[in-house]
C-alpha cells in the first residue's frame, strides 16, 4: 500500500518562499512513475500545481511557472516542491499524490491519472 505524507507547509508573507516535501512509502516499482503536487484554496476546486515522472520529465501549471520547481530524490523516495516569490493566490491546501504505470505523455500537472494521494499540507501567504 502506497502512502504519502506531506511536511513543509506554513504560514509566510507575500514574496516569501517555502519547501514542501511529500515522504512516500510502498512504492515497489520505480519506473514509469509519475508523482504530482496539487493545491485546494478556500472555495476553490483542486488544480494541478506541479508533476514529474521518473523519466524527470516536469510539467507545471501556468499560473505557478518560474515561480515553483519540482523535485525527487529517489533514493530518499521524497517528493519535493520548492515554492518562490509567494503570492496570497498561493494559499490552499497542498496535496501530494502518485500513481504507477504511467507514460510521460500522461504524466502532467493536474493529471486525472494520480491514484495515491496524502493528507495536505496548509500553506497560507499573508499580503
Known amino acids: 500500500q502506497v502512502q504519502l505524507v506531506e511536511s513543509g507547509g506554513g504560514s509566510v508573507q507575500a514574496g516569501g518562499s517555502l519547501r514542501l516535501s511529500c515522504a512516500a512509502s510502498g512504492i515497489t516499482y520505480r519506473n514509469y512513475y509519475c508523482m504530482g503536487w496539487f493545491r485546494q484554496g478556500p472555495g476553490k476546486e483542486r488544480e494541478g500545481v506541479a508533476a514529474?515522472?521518473?523519466?524527470?520529465?516536469?510539467s507545471y501549471a501556468e499560473s505557478v511557472k518560474g515561480r515553483f520547481t519540482v523535485s525527487q530524490d529517489n533514493a530518499k523516495n521524497t517528493l519535493y516542491l520548492q515554492m518562490n516569490s509567494l503570492n496570497p493566490e498561493d494559499t490552499a491546501m497542498y496535496y501530494c499524490a502518485a500513481t504507477a504505470y504511467l507514460s510521460t505523455t500522461n504524466c502532467y500537472s493536474g493529471s486525472p491519472a494520480f491514484r495515491y494521494w496524502g493528507q495536505g499540507t496548509q500553506v497560507t501567504v499573508s499580503a
Open positions: 514529474i515522472h521518473s523519466a524527470g520529465i516536469t
